[in-house]
């Protein structure tokens, strides 16, 4: 058992068949000064090579906000030998209240060969029950997957910005998902990265004398670093899908037009620049532009709304970060499904 | 705990786990110079825009009268809330918040002072985009709240332009009885409608507070057994190892009951004891609190002094620290009959809770702090493992309000053995153990209510007023001139006087021991 405040070691090698036994054992050396604390399962599974020590320092992360057993699997899946190594570990740290050791347990496994035979049955074996299981799943996805493991699977987490075929991928996630017996909520990382920028865009609109300006819009300017364009078109699908948009024309991949139901039409450009993910977005309605930018300390969004003759006031607004563990902690406390997601998603799916 | 109208209608919202921020509006704090300013609401509206909570569209006055720029106010506000933030303050996010503070140096009773917040207000509004929309916060002395009202009355500043609004949230004491609670009800209507006025009781606030109805209400198994049927007694217990501090002037004329039962022990207990409300909006809920102030036996004359206890602290220690009786305290009257310590016994007439006695008690001097409320179950039947040479214990359900927010529940077990030897175990919950986020304070999660126009966790007018009428005959017989029950002297750092013992004792019940 670890004593000090935080570890990223793997921690002890046990055999497969005693890892419950063993994680016991760890905990009962640490009794009294310790609290073990489980809110769900979290496995985190990736192809890359030395994912297991990179995953294990996330998951000291993100277990001091989230207890949870992680369970953290490399897989090689291209070698000849057929064999898996096991360790197992916990996470402390000093809960928030600071008077109490708060640990979190990770089960950590090196599959060689027979990946995605191996997965299921690695995994199910050990989760702690009656805890809801996500599973985050880092690259791209296989074909076939084995349908047992997603019968168990309450939240699948992904980031579509890593997969090279968007529409192949998401087929499989797709798949994955009907061959899910209970309902699979699907969670991307590449949608998750958007949720700042989307309340700080929404709040504008809270007010019911701002709400006749969504259907006023007439221009959107999205600015967005190179190599996030699926992002920045996530964020153009969201727009469309919630204020009913149909997409008429596509004047190149950097210029799309959208009709209104009123029969406005909407002329929306994506403008490529260095930057955060998406780093800008500008709504014109009217004699008003709605501006969310970020600031230049790069983890706060100015927003502002301009229209003639009245003063600007810039209120800055959290802007989260686009590292792994913030955008993984911001989907793990949220509950429910991702019903904006999908229509957001279906919106712009032909161009993704 | 309602959906804002606004949230429903904001197509953008949909799906966003934030609550939608609230209306632009402006704050006018009375008593801007006060503690309750500097410790806790700055610090909370500071923490609310570092949270992106907060309208763009804000402005903060702090009306007070001592003489003062608003850049001075600015700084001693940036001093106080970098001391009293729930976060370190940032200077990017503090630069842009304290622009939207300012000062405005008025008497109370100044009218002129009230003439020129309105064409402030009024300026604001141009500058800032408030729309009209204004918050009046009272954190000045409850002395003070008439001449505030009819001074914000007679500038027109209590009533709202058309598709504005105009609030006041009101800080306790909700007056010291029944009539001066109804005189106070009524100056406040002469300004505002009732629907325009929230009453603070930051208990509400607190995460567990609001928890209890998710508890009972979310979960299948706990709401069968909540009744007479299956729960022997309740008991609340607000303990804390202060003394009277700096409030001696107030805590002479009010006193433990007052302090504390009145409002703080009663709202929980109404949290506890209220049937399921029809749904979630805020008087759904408030109307089915108040029905259990309502169906709450009134002790009176000679009862009094069987079910209620008063008690004062006198030397003792705390934490190892000597500490001084409360006759020994500063701006304390040495022959002070003010109880520090009230334990009661109440009975909730009612169908569910028919015959399950409510113990509470409440006390400065204890020796710790602790807020929590306990649920003790009848006993399993007395055979099986309920022989007599078996002592067993109830299970015991505690609900945690502060420190170490939580839920635990205590049950029995078998000690591992080949003897049958029979032990309590505890289920524990804690928040911080399992959230690793710090839950917001209590007044940033209120003050952005009475923004939303969201007053579930403020006191309705008749839940204040029938919460008097079970207070008044308690104080009405401490105070008779003849056979006026004993106040009782407990040593600092002790768990109170040994009659608050006796009046579980006589029921062949014990205080939980916390």
């Given at each position: 058992?670890?004593?000090?405040?935080?570890?990223?070691?793997?921690?002890?090698?046990?055999?497969?068949?005693?890892?419950?036994?063993?994680?016991?054992?760890?905990?009962?050396?640490?009794?009294?000064?310790?609290?073990?604390?489980?809110?769900?399962?979290?496995?985190?599974?990736?192809?890359?090579?030395?994912?297991?020590?990179?995953?294990?320092?996330?998951?000291?992360?993100?277990?001091?906000?989230?207890?949870?057993?992680?369970?953290?699997?490399?897989?090689?899946?291209?070698?000849?030998?057929?064999?898996?190594?096991?360790?197992?570990?916990?996470?402390?740290?000093?809960?928030?209240?600071?008077?109490?050791?708060?640990?979190?347990?990770?089960?950590?496994?090196?599959?060689?060969?027979?990946?995605?035979?191996?997965?299921?049955?690695?995994?199910?074996?050990?989760?702690?029950?009656?805890?809801?299981?996500?599973?985050?799943?880092?690259?791209?996805?296989?074909?076939?997957?084995?349908?047992?493991?997603?019968?168990?699977?309450?939240?699948?987490?992904?980031?579509?910005?890593?997969?090279?075929?968007?529409?192949?991928?998401?087929?499989?996630?797709?798949?994955?998902?009907?061959?899910?017996?209970?309902?699979?909520?699907?969670?991307?990382?590449?949608?998750?990265?958007?949720?700042?920028?989307?309340?700080?865009?929404?709040?504008?609109?809270?007010?019911?004398?701002?709400?006749?300006?969504?259907?006023?819009i007439?221009?959107v300017?999205?600015?967005?670093?190179?190599?996030?364009?699926?992002?920045?078109l996530l964020f153009v699908g969201w727009l469309g899908a919630q204020l009913n948009w149909h997409i008429g024309?596509?004047?190149?991949?950097?210029?799309l037009r959208f009709t209104e139901?009123?029969?406005?039409?909407i002329?929306v450009?994506?403008?490529?620049?260095?930057?955060?993910?998406?780093?800008?977005?500008?709504?014109?309605?009217?004699?008003?532009?709605?501006?969310?930018?970020?600031?230049?300390?790069?983890?706060?969004?100015?927003?502002?709304?301009?229209?003639?003759?009245?003063?600007?006031?810039?209120?800055?607004?959290?802007?989260?970060?686009?590292?792994?563990?913030?955008?993984?902690?911001?989907?793990?406390?949220?509950?429910?499904?991702?019903?904006?997601?999908?229509n957001a998603l279906n919106c712009v799916r032909?161009l993704? | 705990?309602?959906?804002?109208?606004?949230?429903?209608?904001?197509p953008?919202?949909?799906?966003?786990?934030?609550?939608?921020?609230?209306?632009?509006?402006?704050?006018?704090?009375?008593?801007?110079?006060?503690?309750?300013?500097?410790?806790?609401?700055?610090?909370?509206?500071?923490?609310?825009?570092?949270?992106?909570?907060?309208?763009?569209?804000?402005?903060?006055?702090?009306?007070?009268?001592?003489?003062?720029?608003?850049?001075?106010?600015?700084?001693?506000?940036?001093?106080?809330?970098?001391?009293?933030?729930?976060?370190?303050?940032?200077?990017?996010?503090?630069?842009?918040?304290?622009?939207?503070?300012?000062?405005?140096?008025?008497?109370?009773?100044?009218?002129?002072?009230?003439?020129?917040?309105?064409?402030?207000?009024?300026?604001?509004?141009?500058?800032?985009?408030?729309?009209?929309?204004?918050?009046?916060?009272?954190?000045?002395?409850?002395?003070?709240?008439?001449?505030?009202?009819?001074?914000?009355?007679?500038?027109?500043?209590?009533?709202?332009?058309?598709?504005?609004?105009?609030?006041?949230?009101?800080?306790?004491?909700?007056?010291?009885?029944?009539?001066?609670?109804?005189?106070?009800?009524?100056?406040?209507?002469?300004?505002?409608?009732?629907?325009?006025?929230?009453?603070?009781?930051?208990?509400?606030?607190?995460?567990?507070?609001?928890?209890?109805?998710?508890?009972?209400?979310?979960?299948?198994?706990?709401?069968?057994?909540?009744?007479?049927?299956?729960?022997?007694?309740?008991?609340?217990?607000?303990?804390?190892?202060?003394?009277?501090?700096?409030?001696?002037?107030?805590?002479?004329?009010?006193?433990?009951?007052?302090?504390?039962?009145?409002?703080?022990?009663?709202?929980?207990?109404?949290?506890?004891?209220?049937?399921?409300?029809?749904?979630?909006?805020?008087?759904?809920?408030?109307?089915?609190?108040?029905?259990?102030?309502?169906?709450?036996?009134?002790?009176?004359?000679?009862?009094?002094?069987?079910?209620?206890?008063?008690?004062?602290?006198?030397?003792?220690?705390?934490?190892?620290?000597?500490?001084?009786?409360?006759?020994?305290?500063?701006?304390?009257?040495?022959?002070?009959?003010?109880?520090?310590?009230?334990?009661?016994?109440?009975?909730?007439?009612?169908?569910?809770?028919?015959?399950?006695?409510?113990?509470?008690?409440?006390?400065?001097?204890?020796?710790?702090?602790?807020?929590?409320?306990?649920?003790?179950?009848?006993?399993?039947?007395?055979?099986?493992?309920?022989?007599?040479?078996?002592?067993?214990?109830?299970?015991?359900?505690?609900?945690?309000?502060?420190?170490?927010?939580?839920?635990?529940?205590?049950?029995?077990?078998?000690?591992?053995?080949?003897?049958?030897?029979?032990?309590?175990?505890?289920?524990?919950?804690?928040?911080?153990?399992?959230?690793?986020?710090?839950?917001?304070?209590?007044?940033?999660?209120?003050?952005?209510?009475?923004?939303?126009?969201?007053?579930?966790?403020?006191?309705?007018?008749?839940?204040?007023?029938?919460?008097?009428?079970?207070?008044?005959?308690?104080?009405?017989?401490?105070?008779?001139?003849?056979?006026?029950?004993?106040?009782?002297?407990?040593?600092?750092?002790?768990?109170?006087?040994?009659?608050?013992?006796?009046?579980?004792?006589?029921?062949?019940?014990?205080?939980?021991?916390?």
């Amino acid at each position: 058992m670890p004593a000090t405040a935080e570890t990223y070691s793997l921690g002890a090698p046990v055999e497969i068949g005693k890892i419950e036994q063993e994680l016991k054992k760890l905990w009962r050396e640490g009794e009294g000064a310790m609290t073990r604390a489980s809110l769900m399962n979290l496995a985190a599974y990736s192809e890359q090579p030395g994912s297991l020590n990179d995953n294990t320092q996330l998951m000291a992360k993100i277990t001091e906000d989230h207890a949870c057993r992680a369970i953290v699997i490399e897989a090689d899946c291209r070698s000849d030998e057929n064999r898996v190594d096991a360790w197992i570990s916990a996470h402390c740290h000093v809960s928030h209240t600071g008077n109490k050791q708060v640990c979190s347990e990770q089960i950590s496994f090196l599959l060689k060969g027979g990946c995605t035979t191996q997965l299921p049955s690695i995994i199910l074996s050990n989760l702690d029950s009656d805890l809801p299981f996500y599973l985050w799943w880092q690259g791209e996805l296989h074909d076939p997957m084995d349908a047992q493991l997603w019968e168990w699977v309450d939240r699948f987490i992904y980031d579509s910005h890593d997969w090279k075929d968007f529409r192949a991928q998401m087929a499989l996630v797709e798949t994955a998902q009907r061959e899910a017996k209970q309902r699979l909520v699907l969670c991307d990382l590449n949608w998750t990265r958007l949720d700042n920028l989307r309340f700080a865009l929404a709040q504008f609109f809270d007010h019911p004398a701002s709400h006749h300006r969504l259907a006023e819009i007439s221009k959107v300017q999205i600015d967005f670093a190179p190599g996030f364009t699926s992002t920045a078109l996530l964020f153009v699908g969201w727009l469309g899908a919630q204020l009913n948009w149909h997409i008429g024309e596509v004047k190149s991949s950097r210029e799309l037009r959208f009709t209104e139901t009123a029969g406005q039409h909407i002329d929306v450009e994506l403008r490529e620049h260095d930057g955060q993910p998406v780093h800008g977005v500008a709504l014109t309605s009217g004699d008003v532009e709605f501006g969310v930018t970020y600031a230049n300390c790069g983890d706060l969004l100015e927003v502002s709304r301009v229209q003639t003759g009245e003063k600007r006031i810039p209120q800055l607004l959290p802007a989260g970060n686009n590292d792994p563990v913030d955008l993984i902690s911001e989907e793990l406390i949220r509950g429910g499904p991702h019903h904006v997601y999908l229509n957001a998603l279906n919106c712009v799916r032909h161009l993704l | 705990m309602n959906r804002s109208a606004e949230q429903q209608m904001n197509p953008l919202r949909e799906g966003l786990s934030t609550r939608a921020v609230p209306q632009p509006c402006a704050i006018v704090i009375f008593g801007a110079t006060g503690d309750l300013t500097h410790r806790k609401l700055i610090p909370a509206l500071y923490n609310l825009a570092a949270d992106g909570e907060l309208p763009p569209a804000v402005a903060i006055i702090g009306f007070a009268r001592r003489p003062k720029s608003d850049d001075d106010f600015r700084k001693e506000m940036e001093e106080t809330t970098r001391n009293f933030s729930r976060q370190p303050v940032r200077d990017e996010i503090w630069k842009t918040f304290s622009q939207s503070l300012s000062y405005h140096q008025s008497e109370f009773g100044d009218e002129a002072g009230y003439k020129s917040l309105g064409e402030r207000l009024e300026k604001v509004d141009n500058e800032r985009g408030t729309r009209g929309n204004r918050l009046f916060y009272f954190a000045a002395g409850p002395d003070q709240f008439e001449t505030i009202l009819k001074n914000l009355k007679a500038a027109g500043l209590n009533r709202a332009t058309e598709g504005s609004w105009a609030r006041v949230i009101i800080e306790k004491p909700f007056g010291t009885d029944l009539a001066s609670a109804r005189e106070l009800n009524r100056v406040v209507s002469n300004a505002f409608d009732e629907s325009q006025t929230y009453r603070i009781d930051h208990f509400l606030g607190k995460e567990t507070a609001q928890n209890i109805l998710v508890l009972r209400f979310a979960n299948a198994i706990f709401e069968p057994l909540w009744n007479t049927r299956y729960i022997d007694h309740l008991q609340i217990t607000a303990a804390e190892t202060l003394g009277v501090e700096a409030r001696a002037g107030y805590y002479e004329t009010a006193g433990a009951l007052r302090d504390m039962v009145q409002n703080h022990l009663l709202q929980l207990l109404c949290l506890v004891a209220m049937e399921a409300p029809t749904d979630l909006r805020a008087d759904s809920i408030r109307d089915e609190k108040v029905k259990v102030v309502r169906a709450l036996r009134r002790i009176t004359g000679l009862e009094v002094a069987k079910n209620v206890l008063r008690a004062q602290y006198t030397e003792g220690a705390i934490g190892g620290q000597t500490v001084p009786g409360y006759r020994q305290e500063k701006g304390v009257d040495p022959k002070s009959m003010i109880e520090t310590y009230v334990a009661l016994r109440i009975n909730i007439d009612n169908w569910r809770w028919a015959d399950v006695p409510v113990y509470m008690r409440v006390g400065k001097r204890l020796p710790k702090s602790a807020t929590e409320i306990s649920v003790h179950f009848k006993k399993a039947p007395a055979v099986l493992f309920n022989r007599e040479t078996v002592k067993i214990d109830q299970n015991v359900l505690v609900i945690r309000i502060q420190p170490d927010e939580g839920i635990s529940l205590r049950m029995l077990a078998k000690i591992p053995g080949t003897s049958l030897r029979i032990e309590p175990v505890k289920m524990d919950f804690h928040y911080g153990t399992s959230f690793g986020k710090a839950s917001p304070e209590a007044y940033e999660r209120l003050l952005l209510d009475a923004m939303s126009g969201d007053a579930t966790l403020f006191a309705r007018r008749d839940e204040v007023e029938e919460a008097w009428t079970f207070i008044d005959p308690i104080e009405e017989a401490w105070h008779a001139k003849k056979d006026a029950p004993e106040l009782y002297f407990y040593p600092a750092g002790s768990w109170g006087p040994e009659a608050a013992d006796d009046l579980l004792a006589r029921d062949a019940r014990a205080w939980r021991r916390l």
